[in-house]
C-alpha cells in the first residue's frame, strides 16, 4: 500500500510504499476510510509529541476511521467487519486510573497513535485491539473523523472538568478551529448559553450557522466579557488558544464559581494568579486532557443522532493533503480537516 511517512521529525511527510504487518495477538486491522486532519498532527509531524529517532519511519494520523479487517489470534472475531474510530492515548488497560475510566490518567502510558505506533495516513493500519471503539454503523466515516479528538474532547471538558449544564454562561477561545466548533454545540446541548471567540469572520460566520453567537477576540484589552451576556460574566471559560492574553482574560473574566478550562501545552508560559480572586470569587483554574474511551463512544452517539454536526472545512485525497496541511496551518481551515481513503485510495 501508499502512504504517507514521517522520516524526519519536522521535515516533509513522505508519500511512499509501505508494507503491510499482520496483527499479533492484542491488536486488530484496520481498513482505514477516513482520518481527521487537525493542528495535533502537525505537533505530532513536528516532533512536538514525541521525537525519538527510534520511532521513525512513522505513519502519523490520529482520529482514524475504518472498517476492522483481521484481529489478532486470541482477539475478539466479532470486530471483524465493525466500523471503528481509534482511541488516541497507548493507555494500559489495568492500571487503577484505566480501570476506573480515566485513561488519558493511565499509569503505564505507552504513547500516542501516530506517534509511538502508526496511525491513519495510509489506508491500513495495526492498532491494539484496546484502541478500537466500536461506533454505530449509520455514522458516515468522513463525518465520524470528528469523533475521537474534536468531540471527544469537548464531551470531557464538558462533563467530567467544567460540569456544564443550565444556567452556565460558557465562552469558548477559538471557537472556530477543529475542538472549538464542537465545543460550543457540546455546551449548548448540554444546556450553556455559548458565546464563541475567534478571529476570522468564516470561522464566525460558521459558529453562528450552528446558533451560536460569534465575538471577535484580535484584541483582548478591549473585550469586556461582562458585556457578552445579559446575565453577567461568563461561568465558563474554556481556552483553546492559550496565548498569555488569552489566558488572562480568562481569569480575570470570569464571575463568581467561575472555572477557567485549560487545554493548551505551550512551554513557557504563564499567567499572573490573584489567590485573594479565586478565593473570593471561589473560582477553579481546571486542566482537561483528551477524553476517556466512554466519552469517545459518547461523541459517536452525539455525531450520530445529530446532537452535535460535524464542522468539517475540508475533505481531501492524499494528493491534496499537503495543501490542507499549508492551510491548517495558516489558520485559514474552519473546523477540522479529513484525509478520505474511500474516494480516492
Ligand atoms: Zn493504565
Not at 474532547?153 to 477543529?178: E, F, L, M, N, Q
Request: hydrophobic share 40%; charged share 20%.
Amino acid at each position: 500500500m501508499k502512504g504517507f511517512r514521517i522520516h524526519s521529525w519536522g521535515s516533509q511527510l513522505q508519500w511512499e510504499e509501505i508494507e503491510e504487518t499482520q496483527p499479533g495477538p492484542g491488536e486488530v486491522a484496520v481498513d482505514v476510510e477516513a482520518c481527521g486532519v487537525g493542528l495535533t498532527v502537525l505537533n505530532c509531524i513536528r516532533g512536538d509529541l514525541g521525537n525519538a529517532p527510534e520511532l521513525l519511519p512513522r505513519v502519523p494520523g490520529h482520529e482514524i476511521v475504518g472498517r476492522v479487517t483481521e484481529v489478532g489470534e486470541g482477539d475478539d472475531a466479532g470486530l471483524i467487519g465493525r466500523r471503528v474510530v481509534a482511541y488516541f492515548y497507548l493507555s494500559c488497560g489495568h492500571c487503577p486510573e484505566c480501570t476506573a475510566g480515566d485513561e488519558p490518567l493511565c499509569r503505564n502510558l505507552a504513547g500516542l497513535v501516530g506517534v509511538n505506533t502508526d496511525g491513519g495516513y495510509a489506508p491500513r493500519v495495526v492498532l491494539p485491539a484496546r484502541n478500537v471503539i466500536t461506533v454505530p454503523d449509520t455514522l458516515d466515516p468522513v463525518a465520524a473523523t470528528v469523533v475521537p479528538d474534536a468531540v471527544a474532547t469537548p464531551v470531557h471538558v464538558s462533563r467530567s472538568r467544567a460540569k456544564i449544564g443550565p444556567g452556565d454562561r460558557v465562552v469558548v477561545i477559538g471557537a472556530g478551529g477543529g475542538v472549538g466548533a464542537h465545543m460550543v454545540q457540546v455546551a449548548a446541548w448540554d444546556g450553556a448559553e455559548v458565546v464563541g471567540l475567534d478571529l476570522s469572520e468564516p470561522k464566525l460566520a460558521r459558529i453562528a450557522e450552528l446558533g451560536v453567537r460569534g465575538v471577535r477576540s484580535d484584541d483582548f484589552s478591549a473585550l469586556d466579557s461582562a458585556g457578552l451576556f445579559d446575565g453577567g460574566p461568563p461561568t465558563v471559560v474554556v481556552d483553546l488558544v492559550g496565548t498569555t492574553a488569552s489566558l488572562s482574560w480568562s481569569l480575570d473574566g470570569l464571575g463568581a464559581r467561575g472555572r477557567m478550562i485549560v487545554l493548551t501545552t505551550f512551554r513557557d508560559r504563564t499567567v499572573e494568579m490573584d489567590p485573594r480572586r479565586l478565593v473570593f470569587g471561589e473560582v477553579s483554574v481546571v486542566g482537561s486532557r483528551y477524553a476517556s474511551k466512554r466519552q469517545v463512544a459518547e461523541g459517536a452517539d452525539l455525531v450520530a443522532s445529530g446532537a452535535i454536526r460535524p464542522v468539517i472545512g475540508e475533505v481531501v485525497g492524499p494528493g491534496q493533503l499537503l495543501d490542507l496541511h499549508a492551510r491548517l496551518e495558516a489558520g485559514t481551515l474552519v473546523g477540522r480537516g479529513a484525509l478520505d481513503w474511500t474516494k480516492h485510495a
